[in-house]
């Protein structure tokens, strides 16, 4: 039996110097947060008086209250346009870039709403969107062509389209930038062969370019439904919830009941369901990638 | 017909272009145009007359000098000490082996996972217990926090080659010696792409700031733009449009003058900030 080295002993107590600070974060921050947002689901309190224990009763409010329904709904529809839209034009985008020469100027364009706040974004294009037949979008639509468009910031059926080209608009680039990566990845011979081989342009996107760019699609797509579902600045800016139920998402109802009406448990409970979607949501994806996603041995 | 399909694909990326500068070039104008015109002829282009004073008066109005110094130094104490205590705990998980490593770096893998609505309530709650309510700690705390940071600079530890660690060992470094001298060094790629990453998501950082501040003078930018435009919007674009040109073209300079590593960095880590 001999002793335990000495490098061994001191290397774990290096191991808890380093990892200490990050550490600590997580459990004050992250972790601790998180199960005292599960307790506090079960609970009714307002930060001020007693807690009291009520089961299940905040979930039970929650998926029986139409309104928060209408919320879930709303969440699921800004998904359903804006990652499909935004993730289809990011690859053409990407495509076409790829395609030419001096891509570099395009490239910065493409990116300047990424670097832009959300709340600059919502403040700009509520100038572009609102404001009626006195807005520059509606009104120049309307004197052009004499079609009234819809108010898009106050209609509750509108303003889930305008809040999807707003996002798309806003992280386009960032989709296009590691597309662009990505599609640099690919062999220019593999490309060469498949022409040589006959394929077309439509043939070669297919069966070569798809499946290759396959990982970073699927990587891009869990990101963007997480932060799809998890949207809130641009939306709280843009289209002010309060007045438009059309807008009024899960988070958005997370803040309300916690920061308007301070009521904390059904708070904690709606974030609860919002961090159960996306995790089932994520976990499909997982699922589905083994059949739609190429990784190369 | 190469040629052909240039003119073609150049057309289509030059319309994504046009269509990404409008709503720039719209705030632009917009911020020198005066109430009259805006009342008058809501529908024109162009300002006529071309008028700055909306700049000063808004200057006048809000303390945006105030709100720039808060969210600059806010960024910067969080981006110093996240890359710092980052590169640390990743250090430990890609080359001290431990027992529970594994298991360790897994629960950071799953926190990041919990979105900000989920913690929000009870760090509220555990905040104003510590007085820290209305304070910028209740921003910069929290931000440090970040297993995606663990995450990403373990990537780029793991590349740098043993070798450098052996050699310096042998002449007698201990691990912290070994992490300041070649860790830190060798991955400053990462710690660029990192920096980048954590200082948007800082300085663009809405919710928090939101749900944490309540006195104007501590206002970030984005706090700041947003309760101007919720008293003041829609009553005179022209000074709301002012504010956000104020906001948005400094980040737009600093990006351009930067645009090639920061561009390369969101490629190569493939994800932003958000």
């Known amino acids: 039996m001999s002793a335990e080295p000495l490098w061994r002993r001191r290397d774990r107590r290096w191991a808890v110097v380093f990892l200490a600070p990050q550490l600590l974060g997580l459990l004050v921050f992250l972790v601790g947060p998180l199960g005292f947002a599960i307790v506090l689901s079960f609970m009714e309190w307002d930060g001020l008086g007693d807690t009291t224990w009520v089961g299940l009763d905040n979930f039970r409010a929650l998926l029986t209250d139409p309104g928060f329904g209408r919320a879930v709904w709303n969440t699921v529809k800004i998904g359903l346009i804006t990652v499909p839209g935004g993730l289809v034009l990011a690859l053409l985008l990407a495509l076409a870039l790829h395609g030419v020469r001096g891509r570099t100027a395009y490239r910065v364009i493409y990116f300047l709403p990424v670097v832009t706040s959300s709340v600059a974004v919502s403040v700009i294009w509520q100038m572009i969107l609102g404001g009626g037949s006195d807005g520059i979008l509606n009104g120049t639509v309307q004197d052009l062509f004499g079609v009234t468009l819809p108010s898009w910031l106050e209609d509750p059926t509108w303003v889930v389209p305008a809040i999807a080209v707003v996002t798309i608009w806003s992280s386009l680039g960032l989709n296009v930038v590691i597309f662009l990566a990505g599609l640099a990845t690919i062999p220019a011979n593999l490309i060469e062969a498949a022409r040589i081989d006959g394929a077309g342009p439509w043939q070669t996107l297919r069966s070569v370019i798809l499946p290759l760019l396959s990982p970073t699609v699927f990587f891009t797509l869990v990101v963007s439904v997480i932060s799809s579902f998890q949207a809130f600045d641009l939306i709280y800016v843009l289209v002010n919830p309060d007045h438009n139920e059309g807008a009024q998402t899960i988070v958005y109802k997370v803040y309300q009941q916690g920061f308007r009406e301070f009521r904390f448990g059904l708070s904690s409970a709606a974030a609860l369901i919002l961090l159960v979607l996306t995790l089932v949501v994520t976990a499909v994806q997982f699922k589905a990638q083994k059949r739609f996603v190429h990784y190369e041995s | ?274």
């Open chain 2, 1 to 274: 017909m190469t040629h052909r399909r240039q003119i073609l694909l150049h057309a289509v990326l030059t319309l994504g272009g046009l269509i990404t500068l409008f709503p720039f070039v719209w705030m632009m104008l917009t911020s020198f145009k005066g109430v009259s015109q805006m009342i008058n002829e809501p529908l024109a282009w162009l300002p006529s007359p071309w008028r700055s004073q909306n700049y000063p008066d808004v200057l006048d109005e809000v303390p945006i000098g105030r709100a720039y110094w808060n969210s600059m130094y806010i960024a910067a104490v969080t981006v110093a000490a996240t890359l710092f205590t980052g590169a640390m705990a990743a250090y430990a998980f890609a080359r001290i082996p431990f027992r529970g490593s594994g298991p360790l770096f897994g629960l950071f893998l799953a926190t990041q996972m919990v979105p900000a609505q989920v913690t929000i309530v009870p760090l509220y709650i555990m905040l104003a217990k510590l007085q820290l309510i209305d304070s910028h700690l209740a921003l910069i705390l929290p931000a440090i926090a970040n297993p995606f940071a663990v995450f990403l600079l373990r990537q780029f530890i793991r590349a740098v080659p043993v070798e450098l660690e052996d050699a310096a060992r042998i002449d007698g470094a201990n691990r912290w010696t070994i992490f300041w001298r070649i860790i830190l060094p060798n991955i400053r790629p990462g710690l660029w792409t990192l920096g980048i990453i954590v200082f948007l998501a800082s300085w663009n950082s809405y919710f928090f700031p939101l749900v944490f501040l309540n006195t104007p003078d501590l206002f970030t930018i984005p706090l700041l733009l947003d309760s101007f435009n919720s008293q003041r919007g829609g009553v005179d674009y022209g000074l709301t449009a002012a504010l956000s040109a104020m906001t948005v073209v400094p980040m737009l300079i600093a990006f351009l003058i930067g645009q090639r590593r920061i561009l390369n960095s969101m490629a190569s880590s493939g994800l932003g900030g958000r």
